[in-house]
């Protein structure tokens, strides 16, 4: 914004010219409209429960992996030395165990708990072998990231949408022109100057503000995806019979560089938490 007006007014322009609220309101109330119309109450729901996560820092930090993955460690280092029926209240009641309620973070985040819980809850029944249950984990991600993907969506065909419905502005500040062509040449000017802002404010709209919220969107989205893929390779790996610390290192593996933290590291953090 600084660039664009602070651009404009260096060339000489007046903001005053570009405040012009008529053609933001046939731009936005058409915009409004085109979203209704486009979409279902399920993805209009959606779209409305995400945006208020974009004004938000990323909640999925080097620290919430950690404790993730230490969390992990506990329920399968139990699950080694007691077998798996004794995680069994662990899992009906997640708030309620006395090693969830250690990692608040973690438990804050219901969709990745009720993940976390079912799979453990098949494990423990016996009944299914790890290519099954992998093939349900692959089938329950690739549903959350669809489900995700709804929002990106929805803003991004807005986003799309904005440079057309600035030119409806514009041309109908053309057509009030056209039938204004008896006044002055100075107060023609400035109806074609008022047509012409509803373009500049339809792409403005479009490039600068909602094209970049649905790529945050999708960042966001990949993201979450991830703590479902951490924790759908650590319980593989235990599953296929590798110890609880190699198996929560196939979890820290498939983080992004950015959060992932060292083999050190996390080592340090579990020994920190059976210390504790």
């Given amino acids: 914004m600084l660039s664009v007006f602070g651009g404009f007014l260096l060339a000489g322009g007046h903001m005053a010219a570009l405040f012009q609220p008529v053609e933001l309101l046939i731009i936005g109330g058409s915009a409004i409209g085109a979203f209704i119309v486009g979409n279902n109450s399920k993805a209009i729901k959606a779209t409305l429960h995400a945006l208020p996560s974009l004004f938000k820092s990323s909640r999925y930090t080097k620290a919430l992996y950690m404790e993730l993955m230490t969390l992990l460690f506990e329920i399968l280092s139990k699950v080694r030395k ?22 608040p973070g973690v438990l804050a985040d219901h969709h990745i708990v009720e993940f976390m819980t079912d799979y453990l809850r098949l494990m423990v029944s016996g009944n299914m072998d790890a290519f099954q249950i992998e093939n349900l984990m692959d089938n329950e991600i690739e549903t959350h990231h669809v489900e995700g993907e709804v929002p990106v969506h929805c ?66 989205l990949h993201e979450s995806t991830k703590m479902f893929q951490c924790v759908k390779v650590t319980l593989l790996a235990s599953l296929n019979g590798y110890a609880p610390a190699l198996a929560v290192e196939f979890g820290r593996k498939v983080l992004f560089s950015t959060e992932r933290p060292s083999f050190l590291e996390l080592e340090e953090h579990i020994k920190a938490a059976k210390a504790k």
Avoid at 82 to 103: C, H, N, R, V
Avoid at 181 to 199: Q, S
Avoid at 202 to 210: C, K, Q
Wanted: aromatic share 6%.
């Fill in 155 to 220: 803003i991004a065909k807005l986003g799309d949408a904005m440079p057309a419905l600035g030119i409806v502005a514009c041309v109908l500040g053309v057509v009030h022109t056209m039938e204004s062509v008896g006044l002055p040449p100075a107060e023609l000017g400035i109806l074609i100057a008022r047509a012409l802002v509803g373009t500049f404010l339809g792409i403005l709209l479009s490039y600068g503000f909602v094209g970049p919220l649905s790529g945050l969107l999708e960042q966001k």
């Fill in 82 to 103: 007691e077998g798996l029926m004794s995680i069994e209240g662990d899992i009906e009641s997640p708030e309620e165990s006395p090693i969830f309620t250690k990692y």
